[in-house]
């Protein structure tokens, strides 16, 4: 009976993280499709927690995984998003996507304007580094986002 709960509780979690991303791409990657690799990592983080509070965040979700298995899955994924966006910043090295930051839509929720903003960094010309992938949700403005995710980015070795 225990396990039934918990496995209900994980369900609920996961469909209330998708829904903070329909209609984008990126959600076939923030799905646990992946979970099963030991070298992937995937953060999904959403409600009243403490992590969120501080950054004015509704949702935050990271991937991070080695870009040679999975930059020429999410590249498209990221670049279809980040087309619909309203503010952007885009790299190429080599020939191949580097870094993207991708303002989104704005969403407003019971009235309060929500800013969405997808990150995207594949060290890929660097041998066996990782790509890595953020999607942030909430009231958090770009300056504190290009923050956040600066300091994150430093963890992708």
Avoid: W
């Avoid at 498209?76 to 998003?81: N, Q, T, Y």
């Amino acid at each position: 009976m225990k396990r039934s709960i918990i496995a209900f509780m994980l369900l609920l979690t996961v469909s209330a993280m998708a829904s903070a991303q329909t209609g984008l791409e990126i959600n076939q990657i923030f799905n646990g499709k992946y979970a099963g690799d030991p070298k992937v990592t995937e953060t999904m983080i959403s409600g009243s927690h403490q992590f969120l509070r501080h950054h004015d965040l509704n949702v935050f979700s990271t991937f991070k995984g080695p870009a040679v298995k999975y930059a020429l899955i999410i590249e498209p994924l990221v670049l279809a998003d980040g087309a619909k966006s309203i503010g952007r910043n885009i790299r190429y090295k080599e020939g191949k996507l580097h870094y993207a930051f991708f303002m989104l839509r704005p969403l407003t929720e019971n009235g309060e304007k929500i800013n969405r903003f997808l990150y995207y960094l594949n060290n890929l010309p660097q041998k066996g580094n990782n790509m890595m992938v953020l999607y942030l949700e909430g009231t958090i403005s770009q300056n504190e986002a290009n923050s956040l995710i600066q300091s994150m980015a430093k963890n992708v070795k």
